[in-house]
């Protein structure tokens, strides 16, 4: 749309600017506010008043040498104007109001530990799942509204009122605007590095829409993992998360082929992996190492992706490790998806027969009944077998539990290859 | 999101003045700069540059190269470092840039890196397969 020649209008040029400037600084901003107002709804409330009257403002006068602490001063403004006005009503301005009137000049809190802080409220465990990815990007990832909605492929209003009522849920249960606890910290940063992955996957493996990616959102989860390992570079799983979300989004450009469709491990080629960021995740995986407090579920998994990514190939990989590194993933964060992924490298290490096995005990418990995970992996074992009606099968029991448009041809795909009628797939 | 090189260029006047400057203060703005991009998670290298004096220029204008040592004296502008950031766009990289602690006589130039995607059309290409391999053994021998 700019392609052409054009002046742009100055409204436009600023409106950029204060884009940057919020992707910037809008934490710190919000973690100020909310640090004076004691309500982050609030607080998000303001910032996004002060944001309009910059869109104003700035046009006219310039941008200020200081557009975050400009955007915060004006906020603070804004809140004792608005308590003025109606005094006996608001009682949450009036709460705030000695402290603002007090101080004329904007302190901005230090960034780490107020942005930390922010983060934690992002991902309090009263919200939904939803709503903490949601939070975490707008208030912390500096992402508007439309933005959020867009990576999630939600409607705005969806998201909007996902992002509302979140901030109700915080006010309502007063979540205090401290760090938690020394004994709950572990337990809230394990909840914070949660919610970090669970966008990245979202963007690395979309549940749900055509592509087979969601690169930008996988990014925002990249840049968010960069910060949470600035703010606590002490926490051995902050780095672990880092270098898991880097080894695997070397992969993005092999993983999507030509026309779009998604491109598996073995079938990648693997000369378009994104040597940089192989080299930073191996990196920050060597970070956590030298922290000398062992590697917990996250630095296991990136160890695990660590060796997809030294392989020169699928048959040259050390499928053996791999088994080694599931087992340690299995006893320190026991799941049926990682007891999968075990079956997955005991077929690569020592064929699929033991695989089969492993995947038919998870099946008897009943475990992964709605995820077409574990069908897929059977047909693909069972095609190995020569077993090929029964994989057929399995295939098509996968294909209406596939959410995602290009993960579902795939499997289409595969039952098609499999159908004697149609030998040549 | 695109990665890009900030690139410190500073005329000769500009680095003796900076000479004359408090190096501590220097230092500190700089870390203060350096510390709010580790912070925003968009950080992901960078370095300095030492004196020009050890630097030296070869020139391909002419069949025969001409090696000059530095400082240079026609030279105008000098690289002194630079900063590796990963940013949502070039907007971004823009308000960072302005962000820069520098003063009178120095330029910072930004420039996006180039990744595979760049090279997409000769991913066939004998060196650009190399190259991976060559970055992989450049990790091991900074590692040593």
């Known amino acids: 749309m700019r392609d052409e020649p054009v002046a742009e209008p100055v409204g436009d040029a600023i409106a950029r600017r204060l884009g940057a400037v919020w992707r910037i600084e809008g934490a710190r901003v919000i973690a100020t506010l909310t640090s004076l107002t004691g309500d982050v709804g609030l607080a998000e409330d303001l910032a996004q008043e002060a944001c309009a009257e910059a869109l104003r403002v700035w046009p006219r006068d310039g941008v200020p040498s200081n557009p975050g602490a400009w955007l915060t001063a004006v906020a603070k403004r804004r809140a004792i104007d608005a308590w003025r006005r109606q005094d006996a009503l608001a009682e949450r301005y009036a709460r705030i109001a000695s402290t603002l009137r007090e101080s004329k000049d904007v302190e901005l809190e230090p960034i780490g530990d107020a942005v930390l802080r922010l983060l934690f409220i992002a991902c309090h465990p009263v919200l939904s799942t939803p709503a903490q990815c949601a939070l975490a990007l707008t208030l912390i990832g500096g992402l508007s509204t439309e933005q959020v909605a867009r990576l999630f492929l939600v409607p705005v209003s969806t998201m909007q009122q996902r992002i509302v009522r979140a901030k109700r849920t915080l006010s309502a249960a007063a979540v205090p605007f401290t760090a938690p606890d020394p004994h709950e910290w572990r337990e809230r940063l394990t909840g914070v590095l949660r919610v970090v992955y669970l966008i990245f996957t979202e963007g690395y493996a979309p549940a749900k829409g055509a592509d087979p990616v969601q690169r930008e959102l996988a990014d925002e989860a990249l840049r968010l993992g960069r910060r949470l390992v600035a703010m606590v570079p002490r926490e051995p799983e902050a780095h672990g998360l880092l270098a898991l979300m880097l080894l695997q989004s070397s992969r993005f450009s092999a993983r999507v082929a030509l026309d779009g469709s998604p491109v598996l491990l073995a079938d990648q080629d693997r000369g378009r992996w994104d040597r940089q960021a192989i080299l930073r995740g191996r990196a920050a995986l060597r970070r956590v190492d030298e922290l000398g407090r062992g590697r917990g579920p996250y630095a296991v998994q990136a160890a695990i992706a660590e060796q997809h990514a030294i392989a020169p190939s699928v048959e040259a990989t050390d499928w053996h490790r791999i088994v080694l590194l599931y087992e340690v993933l299995g006893r320190l964060a026991p799941s049926p998806v990682v007891e999968l992924n075990r079956a997955v490298a005991v077929s690569m290490a020592d064929g699929p027969v033991d695989a089969l096995a492993i995947v038919d005990r998870l099946e008897a418990q009943g475990s992964l009944a709605n995820s077409p995970l574990l069908p897929s992996v059977r047909g693909e074992l069972l095609a190995r077998l020569g077993r090929t009606d029964e994989a057929r099968i399995a295939f098509a029991r996968a294909i209406p539990l596939v959410g995602n448009a290009a993960q579902r041809a795939v499997l289409e795909r595969k039952v098609r290859a499999l159908d004697p009628r149609h030998p040549a797939g | ?144």
């Open chain 2, 1 to 144: 999101m695109p990665t890009y090189m900030l690139i410190m260029r500073a005329t000769e006047a500009a680095l003796a003045a900076s000479k004359e400057q408090d190096f501590e203060a220097i230092i500190n703005a700089m870390g203060a700069y350096n510390e709010s991009m580790m912070e925003a998670g968009v950080m992901v290298g960078g370095e300095g540059l030492s004196d020009p004096s050890e630097g030296f220029v070869v020139d391909f204008s002419t069949p025969d190269l001409v090696v000059t040592d530095g400082p240079y004296g026609e030279v105008h502008e000098l690289f002194n470092g630079f900063w590796l950031i990963s940013v949502a766009d070039r907007d971004e990289a823009i308000e960072w840039a302005r962000r820069c602690p520098m003063g009178p006589g120095t330029k910072l130039e930004v420039r996006r890196v180039t990744d595979e995607s760049d090279f997409a059309d000769f991913a066939d290409n004998e060196y650009i397969q190399k190259e991976a391999g060559w970055r992989e053994e450049l990790e091991h021998k900074n590692e040593s």
